[in-house]
């Protein structure tokens, strides 16, 4: 719950796949680039001279490291009035301290899912959402069934989903089929044709989205909906992005661990818990750390209210009512030291299940060459509802299982830094004022700023240098020369 009123200003307050081997689901309409990319412009982000120096001096104090554990704050700051709160304050507030917040229903007051999803009463407007989505399929996950960390999936049309839905409500919110919830469902991507929403200024920086609707082939922008006691378990969001949460009707319950605090609550075997709410984390045998776990933050999430989640913050996420939210995953200059910090902890993950099967498996050099090993090998693992399993020895191999581990690898993950990495270049050496998304000649130089950080370390990695970089243009470390140069010339008197 919130504690304490809603107050009328600030108050000081207290994780799909991005692999580019997995196909996504191809929806049964889809619009054409252009429409897509005028429906979801982004408000121009602006940073100033005075943020941009801030935010240059608080990671400077970092060393090129990432922030380190932090206790949950006693309350979530609550932000009022759209006109009160700028995105210097946003930068100050909750994205360099990496805390989360909620906004107000009046951020949103005027977006058209919240006109034209919801009836009069606040509940899901099931007409108009069969008049417009009917035939679309969506993707549906079981609530009431378990699958490693996450809930097993199905496909179905729209109108056979709300077609449950209804009988789930006359049936006093029961069915023999569970409790099911539409989850992960790329409406922006594949049938924009509506005014949807607006994307805040706060949240317009987000090169996810960015890298995604450069290539035209996906996205990081979901729609949820389900009934009341649908939930999600607990997870920290993909690349340890931020993510932005909008319930356009209905209530949710949010509970929430600072970065760290989840190590407390593996069990004896290294796990993480599929549900925090479950007695069995009393159980001192099982989780023997768990007393040494604070509470949850715990948020009440109101109809039209706008949660931001920081960077490696651990979650859970119940439905109170009936309720359709939109969702964005979103990587900036903010939190890419924390991608990179977690793409390292991902392939010595790997490295060590690998090695496991090194030491026990006959022949291993050679089961490392046969493809099927990849789906025998290595022992399913979650990370926030994907599963990996695969597995090999020989470096390429490596790079295919940290795909279906993380759904990225460093070959990867080069490649975006490349094409964020290019369009702030285009802006410093033009001196622009902006580019034609808005980018300002201050914030492409902190995201350039960032880019050159993360990327002098990924470019000296000894498994980045073990990959075959001859094809790429530019090379790593001719981007590398030029981001510095850039950076030196921006921030030249």
Not at 420 to 437: F, N, T
């Amino acid at each position: 719950m919130r504690v304490g009123p809603k107050p009328q200003a600030l108050v000081q307050r207290k994780r799909g796949a991005f692999c580019l081997l997995v196909s996504r689901l191809v929806l049964t309409v889809s619009a054409p680039a252009e429409v897509r990319r005028r429906v979801l412009r982004p408000v121009p982000s602006w940073m100033d001279r005075e943020t941009l120096a801030l935010a240059d001096r608080h990671f400077r104090g970092l060393g090129g490291g990432v922030p380190g554990i932090g206790q949950a704050p006693g309350r979530v700051a609550f932000v009022s009035e759209p006109g009160d709160f700028s995105y210097a304050d946003f930068v100050r507030g909750f994205l360099l301290p990496n805390l989360p917040c909620v906004f107000s229903s009046a951020f949103t007051r005027g977006w058209g899912s919240r006109r034209r999803w919801v009836t009069p009463a606040g509940k899901p407007d099931f007409d108009h959402l069969l008049r417009t989505y009917g035939d679309v399929v969506v993707p549906v996950a079981n609530c009431g069934v378990q699958e490693y960390n996450s809930n097993p999936k199905e496909h179905m049309p729209l109108r056979d989903y709300i077609t449950y839905w209804k009988e789930y409500i006359e049936g006093g919110y029961s069915s023999p089929r569970g409790c099911l919830y539409l989850k992960d469902w790329h409406l922006c991507r594949d049938f924009p044709v509506e005014d949807v929403f607006t994307l805040p200024v706060y949240f317009s920086s987000d090169w996810l989205n960015e890298f995604w609707d450069a290539l035209d082939v996906d996205d990081y922008r979901f729609v949820y909906a389900g009934p009341a006691g649908s939930w999600s378990p607990f997870h920290a969001d993909i690349f340890r992005s931020f993510s932005w949460s909008v319930n356009v009707c209905g209530r949710k319950k949010w509970l929430l661990f600072p970065p760290g605090q989840e190590e407390a609550l593996r069990d004896r075997h290294g796990n993480l818990p599929y549900d925090v709410t479950s007695p069995a984390l009393c159980d001192t045998h099982l989780h023997p750390r768990s007393q040494l776990a604070g509470p949850p933050l715990e948020i009440t999430q109101e109809a039209g209210e706008m949660v931001f989640v920081p960077s490696g913050w651990h979650h859970q996420v119940h439905n109170l009512d009936d309720t359709i939210s939109i969702n964005h995953n979103w990587v900036n200059g903010f939190n890419l030291a924390n991608m990179w910090c977690f793409l390292q902890q991902e392939l010595c993950a790997v490295q060590e299940e690998v090695s496991e099967w090194r030491d026990s498996m006959p022949d291993w050099h050679h089961h490392c060459q046969v493809e099927q090993l990849r789906v025998e090998a290595i022992s399913a693992r979650s990370l926030g509802g994907l599963q990996a399993q695969g597995g090999c020895g020989c470096q390429a191999e490596l790079w295919v299982i940290m795909r279906s581990c993380s759904g990225i690898n460093f070959e990867d993950f080069y490649h975006f830094l490349k094409v964020i990495a290019e369009k702030r270049l285009l802006v410093l050496r033009e001196a622009a004022a902006e580019d034609s998304a808005g980018l300002g000649f201050e914030q492409a130089a902190f995201d350039a700023g960032r880019i050159t950080e993360v990327l002098a370390s990924l470019v000296v990695h000894p498994n980045f240098q073990r990959v075959d970089t001859s094809a790429f243009s530019p090379q790593p470390k001719e981007l590398l020369q030029q981001l510095r140069e850039a950076v030196d010339a921006a921030v030249a008197p």
